[in-house]
């Protein structure tokens, strides 16, 4: 899990792409008109309130449910990595942390340690998966979905349950990750702090797309103000005390929001180039 | 020595069928699927009876009639709003009373319906230790083959299929290899005491597994043991042999509940959700 990993996808190829994507369900639309595009290396992350439809746009576009309109092309061999919103595992399977990580692959035994070391569950490898608290489950789902090493992670609310601290530090594991292993990864979350920092793009989704673009150019855009009040104010703020910089892999701190500012549906350059 | 053959014949018969059934009735456990099985083994009666009618091979007909019902109930559960238990319930109980009422009808014919409900493992044949394990083999290598994707599925279908395996295949290839199951275990046990031969032992092994692996072979084992000592209670009291071994499953089952003292996972075990 140390070397770095180049995607089988060819940079600049879209790894998936959706457009005008609409999902109906007893007459109702629970998305409609999504448009949503994941690059190697790029972090895209989808907000909005619940029931917006976040859940039922990468479902749809992993193919677990049928789309009713639109296109969704997948990169020939893509592999995918998830975690799905909720999995709960029935107590008459006996299951240890340590072999649910090879539930979908075979992997090695190092792997398997270094991929449990890496969201602090080391101790934990032998216990069965049913006792785990909420935060380490969350740990050991993302641990196992990394394992492969996909090209495409797809994260559903991964740190639900997850202490504060705790939170953190996998954010900033999923934000390395897309250096490490070259992957893209698509995140749904609800915390509008952590969004604003290692994310390129910001997709805000409420039933349809209601604005998309770098995570500033969101803050501010009308629509995502509308949609998420004084939350949404209090979020730009932070986001403007805390995140006036980046930190590159390598400890360089860059300052940001000087290109990327746009709300649009393009794509903002994404910087998998590193030594 | 007629007795002795009776016996090992008995004896392979039924231990080669708690070897298949072991490792699938994990899935069955862990599914939840024990009215699933219910239903499919119920209607193996109609197979019987169609069997009869149509003067083919049982044990085929069975397997189609019992493959038939599988897929027909995986595409009832799919569209119909009706809860799947209820469902099931209505079916598992139709079948077998249609089965009964169809073979009852065919008075011309001397069906042994006691035979084909509870099992005569004493009857069984040297053909038919072939057919188990043969057609065991078969089945057990083909839950070899599909054992990722099905055990992938039932933690979580979409997990599995948004990572690329086929849980809806596995699925589908498990409800055939049930049916073969139940077209092969019929004879030893009895289409109603099926299914319990399948879960019983499964409970029993969830206990001291660490794995779903090893949950596997010990059903199987727990299964082995079963039959020997239904068997040899069947002998020294003359019970029918298939409800002695069912019985002696169970028997075996609630010894497992008892406390050993074995140390078995964290210390925080208590705390279960
Ligand atoms: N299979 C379905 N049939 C009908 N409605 C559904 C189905 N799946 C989800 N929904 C509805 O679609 C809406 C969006 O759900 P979801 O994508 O889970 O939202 P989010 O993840 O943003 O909270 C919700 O109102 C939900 O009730
Ligand atoms: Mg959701």
Redesign the interface.
Same mark, same amino acid.
């Given at each position: 899990m140390d070397s770095t990993v180049q995607s089988t996808v060819p940079s600049g190829q879209p790894l998936i792409a959706a457009r005008g994507v609409g999902v109906k369900r007893a007459q109702r639309w629970l998305i409609r008109n999504v448009d949503l595009t994941v690059h190697p290396g790029e972090i895209v992350t989808l907000i909005g309130p619940n029931g917006s439809g976040k859940s039922t746009t990468v479902r749809t576009i992993l193919g677990l449910i049928r789309h009713d309109v639109g296109t969704i092309e997948r990169a020939p061999g893509l592999t995918v990595g998830y975690v799905p919103q909720k999995l709960s595992i029935d107590w008459t399977m006996p299951l240890t942390a340590r072999r649910f990580m090879t539930l979908t692959g075979r992997h090695p035994v190092a792997a398997i340690d270094a991929a449990l070391d890496e969201v602090g569950l080391t101790a934990f490898s032998d216990r069965d998966v049913q006792v785990l608290s909420g935060g380490e489950f969350q740990r050991l789902l993302l641990a196992r979905a990394i394992i492969g090493q996909p090209d495409l992670l797809v994260l559903d609310e991964p740190v639900q349950g997850v202490d504060a601290t705790g939170e953190i530090a996998l954010y900033e594991l999923i934000a390395g990750l897309r250096h490490r292993l070259g992957c893209g990864v698509l995140l749904i979350s609800h915390d509008l702090h952590i969004v604003m920092a290692a994310t390129d793009t910001v997709i805000c989704l409420n039933g349809h797309v209601c604005c998309s673009g770098s995570p500033k150019a969101v803050a501010e855009s009308p629509e995502y103000r509308t949609l998420f009040g004084s939350r949404a104010a209090e979020a730009l703020a932070i986001y403007h005390h805390h995140h006036d910089h980046a930190h590159l892999p390598d400890g360089t701190v860059v300052k940001s929001g000087d290109a990327d500012d746009h709300v649009a549906c393009t794509h903002p350059e994404h910087h998998h180039d590193h030594g | 020595m007629i007795m002795d053959e009776f016996l090992i014949r008995a004896l392979l018969a039924g231990v080669g069928v708690a070897i298949i059934a072991g490792p699938l009735g994990c899935f069955i /456990?862990?599914r939840?699927m024990a009215y699933f099985g219910d239903t499919m083994a119920h209607s193996a009666l109609l197979g019987v009876a169609l069997a009869v009618l149509m003067d083919v091979s049982i044990t085929g007909a069975v397997f189609v009639v019992a493959a038939l019902g599988a897929l027909a109930l995986i595409a009832l559960q799919r569209r119909a709003p009706l809860s799947s238990d209820a469902l099931l319930g209505i079916l598992s109980h139709s079948t077998l009373a249609l089965g009964i009422v169809i073979v009852a009808m065919m008075t011309w014919l001397r069906i042994d319906l006691m035979a084909f409900l509870f099992g005569d493992i004493l009857a069984v044949s040297w053909a038919d230790i072939i057919l188990i394990y043969g057609g065991g083999a078969v089945v057990l290598g083909i839950l070899a083959m599909i054992w990722?994707p099905l %055990? $992938?599925g039932? /933690?979580?279908g +979409? %997990? &599995? &299929? $948004? +990572? @690329?395996?086929h849980p809806e295949r596995a699925r589908i290839i498990f409800m055939l290899l049930m049916a073969a199951v139940i077209a092969i275990a019929m004879k030893v046990v009895g289409i109603l005491l099926i299914t319990s031969l399948l879960i019983i032992p499964a &409970?029993t092994a969830?206990r001291f $597994?660490? @794995?779903?692996e090893? =949950?596997a072979v010990l059903a199987a084992t727990a299964g082995v043991v079963s039959v020997m000592a239904g068997l040899s209670g069947s002998l020294a009291f003359d019970t029918p042999s298939g409800p002695s071994i069912v019985c002696a499953a169970a028997l075996i089952f609630l010894m497992s509940l008892i406390p050993t003292g074995l140390k078995r @996972?964290?210390a925080?075990?208590g705390? =279960?959700?």
């Open positions: - | /456990v862990w939840r990722r %055990l $992938a039932t /933690v979580s +979409e %997990l &599995a &299929a $948004a +990572e @690329g395996l &409970a969830r $597994a660490r @794995g779903p090893m =949950m @996972g964290p925080h075990e705390n =279960m959700r």
